[in-house]
């Protein structure tokens, strides 16, 4: 589905570091530790394209990944707690921040969930800010092998109640497992039809 070969492209710090704004552009957001990198690597088909870890704060850069030429995935640092010294999260966190409200090209943003968890108070400051920047999100809920169906129920209606609040969400959420494959096709699809 995806054509021509995934590639690192680099690891931003900066908002002037960015790659030129030429191609559709899907990030995926979420607190630390939700599964973000796990899930590039699931969707791109590629064990450690993405670093994932145990460790809260392990992805700390924005990171690009092109798929052939038409396309870039971007994985973000997460939001919330993490293992690293508090001035260095608080960086990240307004490049974050400066990413979601102004790039330009960015077509859709993944706000990651964590099904265990359901939607927290700092997704909908995320979503909030997504909201302002007219910037459409989709719900992506991960970790799905972690839980029974009917606790993926439960959360997916959480989170549908939160969505209600956000006009720039899509009202569609994708229940995914990075380590199973669940839903994994069903979000390549959503990204390699984004236009
Ligand atoms: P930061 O970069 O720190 O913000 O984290 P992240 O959101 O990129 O999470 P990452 O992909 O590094 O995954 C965090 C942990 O969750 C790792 O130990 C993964 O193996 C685990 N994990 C991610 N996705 C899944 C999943 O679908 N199922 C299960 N069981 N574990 C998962
Ligand atoms: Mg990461």
Redesign the pocket.
Known sequence: LFCGPVTFVKGVTTMQALPPADRVEVCFA??????????INALTGRKAL??????????QEINYFALGDTRYLV?L??YGF?EAPKPVVERWQRLLKSYLAGRQTLRRAFV?IDTRHGAKPVDEEIMTLLDRSAVTFQVVM?????VSLAEREAAAAQVRGVLARHPAAYPELVM?????GDGIETLRSIVATLT
């Open positions: 979420g607190r630390s530790n939700v599964g973000k990198s796990s899930l993405a670093r994932a870890s145990n460790t809260p704060g392990r992805t994985d640092p997460g993490a990651l991960t970790k799905a092998d972690k995914t497992s990075s380590e199973k």
